[in-house]
């Protein structure tokens, strides 16, 4: 199992001030009377699977409306690669967190482990989490998509699927290099002559990645070299040669510091130090002389710095704006050029990858075919068996599969391709269903009774229940029109199921909820003038009495019957026929 649902935090939605809700594995029911606000449980959940949040579900004197799913995962890698291809952060230890707020100002936020996402998100991963049945827009068991990746797991080909889907990848990619160079002469011999133009021109330029900022401060120096040159000789003269210089005067203090260590000999310090600052003095000038002799430029040297940096400047204006990136311009427009110039020979080896690419797609479309023929009638009889189950004595359930002339939308022969990355393959699947003899089968998507529907998506999800990755399964209103043996038939089938996934039914029948791991019961209080749904976890003597209340009453009859019910052991059956279809 991907993920379980570990906790649910609702606040201020609908009737519901504040519900922190922890869940455990397993089969899980929820009861309650009829307006008591179960339904709440399920706007939270398809709020949190991306459906739109209206205003009107917050809660009346509230400014805004949170609801919070935790998940624990049990599988990281495939769903921290998941969140990474939407920019989220990966699974904290172990735990998913889906969090949804919306205000009466219109604000509407959802994040995804901390990090803001989107409501496009919100139901791609709710697609992998979570399976709504019952009168709800989130059921993927009726997209034709959904349908073929069951079926595809049912005849293990999730192998040969995979391989199909990169042999059609790859034969877009060649299609479109294909197409690319099969434009029409005019167009090529424009493209031509601008490819020749850019690669030669930036070949010619002899660029080098790292040039600019070496020349850029030398022509900097060099454009001011005459100021530097009259600053560097002016400041030498000063020194050595103007009168008085300097050098010169320095030579008169000399003297007169000698005198003074003459009369007093603890001055010699100070004339060494005098000595050695003149020794600084003149090989400052004559560093100076040396600085403004290298700054003495060729005026041609100059002009051909300007120039250089002048070309860099343009290149960069067309190119891009980086020396790398001009380079990178040269070598795409020398390489496109290359294969442009030998176009016949590069159309004929795309052309010769084309035809090996769709033989083996082809091949492998075969393959997947085969298992999926092979499978078909084997998952509609157990599908089948399962509805009979359930109370479709004699009903029909067909998996409809359509040759396709070719693969795709539109065929690999068009010359439009379309690129498809999650292609069907070589034919099309529906699931059809006809509950009653005489009647042809219809889609899924069809069936208009919810009770219907919704026991047709728990023999589906029965007879796949080893195959079906999707951890979390809800069902309302399963209980449609169901009593008698029935009733006992779903009860079972939705343990059997709690077995392999984490199953939540909100339901109205007794042995449904009797035989679950655990039982919520949700209530409607009044209180200053306020009306508050409640969940309560009913246990032992609390659950007797629900379950009792389910039956019909607080007889001691009702309550005997819950306490068989909650054993396990056979109950009485009721007087209700069961329905007829």
Not at 349 to 367: C, K, N, Y
Not at 424 to 453: D, Q
Not at 549 to 576: F, H, I, N, V
Request: overall charge negative.
């Amino acid at each position: 199992m991907l993920a379980t649902l570990s906790s649910l935090r609702i606040k201020n939605l609908a009737l519901v001030e504040e519900l922190d809700w922890q869940l455990v594995p397993g089969f899980i029911t929820v009861t309650g009377e009829t307006g008591a606000g179960k339904s709440v449980i399920l706007g939270a959940l398809k709020l949190l699977l991306g459906e739109r949040a209206e205003k009107s579900l917050i809660r009346t004197g509230a400014d805004s409306c949170t609801v919070e799913a935790c998940f624990e995962v049990n599988d990281c890698q495939t769903l921290d690669s998941q969140l990474d291809g939407h920019g989220l952060e990966a699974c904290d230890e172990g735990n998913l967190i889906i969090k949804r707020s919306f205000t009466q100002a219109g604000s509407n936020r959802q994040f995804v482990n901390g990090s803001p996402t989107t409501i496009a998100v919100l139901k791609q991963l709710g697609d992998l989490l979570v399976d709504l049945h019952g009168p709800h827009d989130h059921q993927s068991l009726l997209s034709a998509e959904r349908q073929l990746d069951l079926l595809d797991a049912y005849s293990h080909a999730e192998g040969t699927r995979r391989a199909y889907e990169e042999a059609w990848r790859r034969l877009g990619t060649l299609r479109e290099e294909h197409a690319g160079l099969a434009t029409n002469e005019a167009a090529l011999d424009r493209e031509l002559e601008l490819l020749r133009h850019q690669a030669s021109e930036i070949q010619a330029a002899e660029l080098q990645p790292d040039e600019e900022d070496g020349l850029q401060a030398r022509y900097s120096l060099a454009a001011n070299s005459r100021r530097l040159i009259e600053l560097a000789t002016g400041v030498a003269h000063e020194l050595t040669e103007s009168e008085p210089s300097i050098r010169s005067r320095l030579g008169d203090t000399a003297r007169l510091l000698r005198e003074l260590e003459k009369i007093d000999p603890a001055t010699a310090p100070m004339v060494e130090a005098h000595t050695a600052a003149v020794v600084e003095l003149e090989e400052l000038a004559r560093g100076l002389v040396h600085y403004a002799e290298k700054l003495d430029l060729d005026p041609a040297q100059l002009a051909e710095m300007e120039e250089r940096v002048h070309l860099l400047q343009s290149l960069k204006r067309k190119y891009g704006p980086s020396i790398e990136q001009v380079i990178a311009v040269g070598e795409q427009a020398a390489s496109r050029l290359q294969k442009i110039e030998g176009r016949g020979a590069e159309l004929e080896r795309l052309q010769s990858e084309i035809d090996l690419t769709q033989a083996a797609l082809m091949r492998v479309g075969r393959e997947l075919s085969a298992l999926r023929m092979d499978a078909a009638p084997k998952l509609s009889g157990a599908v089948r068996d399962q509805l009979r189950d359930l109370g479709f004595k004699k009903s029909e359930f067909e998996i409809h599969l359509v040759q396709l002339e070719t693969p795709g939308a539109k065929g690999l022969e068009t010359i439009e391709f379309v690129f498809a990355p999650r292609s069907s393959g070589l034919e099309s699947v529906e699931f059809l269903f006809a509950p009653n003899p005489g009647e042809p089968p219809k889609p899924l998507r069809s069936i208009a009774s919810s009770g219907e529907i919704s026991r047709v998506m728990l023999a589906v999800k029965s007879a796949l229940a080893d195959q079906d990755a999707v951890p979390l399964l809800v069902f309302d209103e399963i209980d449609a029109n169901v009593g008698g043996e029935i009733a006992h038939a779903v009860a079972s089938k939705m343990r059997a199921l709690g077995e392999r996934h984490q199953v939540l039914c909100i339901t109205h029948l007794p042995q449904v909820a009797a035989v679950a791991r655990a039982h919520f019961v949700v209530t409607k209080e009044f209180t200053d003038e306020r009306t508050y749904s409640r969940l309560t976890e009913v246990k032992t003597k609390a659950r007797v009495k629900e379950i009792a209340r389910m039956l019909g009453g607080q007889s001691d009859t009702a309550l005997a019957l819950a306490k068989t019910l909650l054993s396990g052991k056979a109950a009485p059956q009721e007087k209700k026929p069961a329905e007829a279809v």
